[in-house]
Structures are given as structure tokens and as C-alpha cells.
């Protein structure tokens, strides 16, 4: 440990002395936590709410062979992403207010290369058009029609994604057009996976069909890098699922990881990043009843945690222990 903090130090004096000496304790400790390898818990993967549970199956069997976290999530959301059954998530999912299903996707890697679409339709796996985006093209994210065209020009084929059932469900809400999106509509919703590979490595994907009977053109957190999921090798991943509107506004996955550079349990860091939705919810006084919002993070040592505004929000971990289903903690306890 003393030599490698030596040579920190010594390469950050070498290079950059004086933009490095700024964070040079800071860097000291990022390094303290990603050198104790006989104390980190991995491979790992966490996904949100119960489909959460066949998605880590297939995440793991990519994370048991020592396969890549990247591979691993990819693979893991593509699960969820073709299930008809599963009504808020790629095929099958709910569509806007206008009947069309839109799908909102994004992936991150351990290198920070990052890649998303958003409002795309027709297409079963955006997570895996998210990352051509991010592999194929010099750019970060693509949308609607540009989305849907680069699909096409990646082999992807144009499909029907609306099921009778949603069809039908569509066509009843139309008689109201009442909307009010409620927490926790038939425990599903986004799929947001993070996960540490056997090597030490850090990704995510999230994908989701957004909220039902949103407004043709709406995008919610999932796609955006930072609101819906974000990865930084050295430190965490995070990522989250509920109203998309919330979680933009503090930029929610961010701040996750962002509080646990600053030395917090994935744990406390959800719970800080809900309470600062709980804030707003009330600077802008508006009730809470109406929102949920649910964290999980994962850090460099495998150490997770969750949190969300109201219960009924719970996710997925393998490990070596198995594949569970946890309940997370919540802050609205009335
Ligand atoms: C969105 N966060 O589009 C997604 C959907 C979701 O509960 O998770 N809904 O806002």
C-alpha cells in the first residue's frame, strides 16, 4: 500500500503536480478501496423490481465465466426487453397516449463510454441499439426516427411491439385520458442493471418503455446518462426506476455516485439522493404520495444498497450466495 501510494504521489508530482495535489488524499483513498481485492465481493449484479430476477440469470451466466459487466447487463436487460408479458419494458410494454410504444434506452462501461436512444420504436432491444451508439458512431445518443433509421442499418428488424393487451388497456385509458402515473403499477417497470465482473469492472444499462400514456415525444431518466444510470469505474454504479421527471431533476444517479466518491455506503448514498427528491417535493409543494422513486448502487468493494420514496419498490442481486429478491427501504412510511 505504502508503495503504491509512493508511486501516486510520485506520478502525480511528475505529472500534473498541481491540479493532482488538489485531490491527492481523495485519490489516496480511491485507490485504498480498489486495491483490497481479497475483500471485494465479485462478481455482482443487481437489477430492479422481479423481473429482475431472470435478467441477473442471464447476466450471470456471462458474469460466472468471467465475462465482461458489459456483456453481462446487455445480455441480462435483453431478457426483459423481449418478454410480451412484461408491460413496461420493450415488446409488449405500454404505449403513449397516442398508441405508439416508444423505448427509451442507455448503456455505460467501465471505460465511461457511453450510449442511448430515446423515443424508439418499433425495435425489440433499443439496450443493444444503445450500445452501437456508443460502439459504432461518434456520438452519445440518437433519437426517434434517427434512432429507429441507425437500428435498421445495425441488422435490427421493424416489429409490431404493441400487444392486444396493451392495446386494449390503451383504448379503455383513452376514455379518460386521465393521467396520473402511480408508483409501483404491477411491480414492474424499468430494468436498470449494474454490475462488477470478476475482473473488477464496472457497467450498467437501463432500458424501459417509460411511463404509460406519457405524451408522444416524452423521455424519462432511463436514456439520459446520469439521470437513469451512471458508472464510474473507480468508484460505483447506480441506477433507478419510478418518475423519470424526479429523478432528472437532481440528476439522480449521478449524485449516487457522485456521494459515494465522497466516502458513503451505496447505501447512505440512495437514501441521500431520495431525501434530496423529498426536499424538492415540498420546496415545490407537491405530495409525495404521488412520486416513487427507487435507487440501487453498487461500489468497487460488490457493497450495495437501495432505497425509494414509498414501498413496494424491490430488485434483484446475485451473488455467490444466490439469486434474491430484496425488498428496499423507503422513506414514506404512512
Ligand atoms: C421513466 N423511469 O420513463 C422511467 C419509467 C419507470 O416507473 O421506471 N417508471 O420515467
Not at 475483500?39 to 437489477?47: A, C, D, R, T
Not at 426487453?81 to 448503456?107: F, M, N
Request: proline share 3%; aromatic share 6%; net charge neutral.
Amino acid at each position: 500500500m505504502a508503495n503504491r501510494r509512493n508511486f501516486i504521489k510520485t506520478t502525480a508530482i511528475a505529472s500534473v503536480a498541481v491540479a493532482l495535489n488538489a485531490f491527492k488524499d481523495k485519490t489516496d483513498e480511491i485507490e485504498e478501496v480498489s486495491s483490497i481485492s481479497g475483500k471485494v465481493k465479485k462478481p455482482i449484479v443487481l437489477s430492479t423490481w422481479n423481473f429482475g430476477i431472470p435478467a441477473n440469470e442471464a447476466a450471470w451466466d456471462v458474469l460466472k465465466k468471467k465475462g465482461r459487466a458489459l456483456d453481462a447487463v446487455e445480455t441480462g436487460v435483453r431478457i426483459t426487453e423481449a418478454d410480451p408479458k412484461e408491460r413496461s419494458v420493450g415488446y409488449g410494454g405500454r404505449p403513449d397516449r397516442d398508441g405508439r410504444v416508444t423505448l427509451d434506452a442507455c448503456i455505460m462501461d467501465e471505460f465511461s463510454n457511453i450510449g442511448s436512444v430515446a423515443c424508439l420504436e418499433h425495435i425489440k432491444h433499443p439496450i443493444s441499439v444503445a450500445r452501437a451508439v456508443m460502439e459504432k458512431t461518434p456520438h452519445v445518443m440518437l433519437v426517434g426516427e434517427g434512432a429507429f433509421q441507425f437500428a435498421l442499418s445495425q441488422g435490427h428488424k421493424k416489429e409490431n411491439l404493441l400487444v392486444e393487451t396493451s392495446e386494449k388497456e390503451w383504448k379503455e385509458w383513452l376514455k379518460t385520458s386521465d393521467y396520473h402515473p402511480k408508483a409501483n403499477i404491477e411491480n414492474h417497470d424499468t430494468i436498470g442493471m449494474i454490475a462488477l465482473d470478476e475482473h473488477g469492472n464496472l457497467s450498467g444499462a437501463c432500458t424501459t418503455s417509460g411511463l404509460a400514456y406519457k405524451m408522444h415525444g416524452r423521455v424519462g431518466d432511463s436514456p439520459i446518462i446520469g439521470a437513469g444510470l451512471y458508472v464510474d469505474n473507480e468508484i460505483g454504479a447506480a441506477t433507478a426506476t419510478g418518475h423519470g421527471e424526479e429523478v432528472i431533476r437532481i440528476a439522480g444517479c449521478h449524485l449516487v455516485v457522485e456521494l459515494m466518491r465522497q466516502g458513503k455506503s451505496p447505501q447512505k448514498a440512495c437514501e441521500e439522493a431520495v431525501m434530496r427528491i423529498v426536499k424538492l417535493t415540498q420546496i415545490r409543494n407537491k405530495n409525495l404520495k404521488d412520486i416513487q422513486v427507487g435507487f440501487i448502487a453498487l461500489n468497487k468493494k460488490g457493497e450495495h444498497g437501495a432505497y425509494c420514496v414509498q414501498g413496494g419498490f424491490n430488485y434483484a442481486k446475485y451473488d455467490e450466495t444466490g439469486n434474491k429478491l430484496i425488498d428496499a427501504a423507503y422513506y414514506l412510511k404512512v
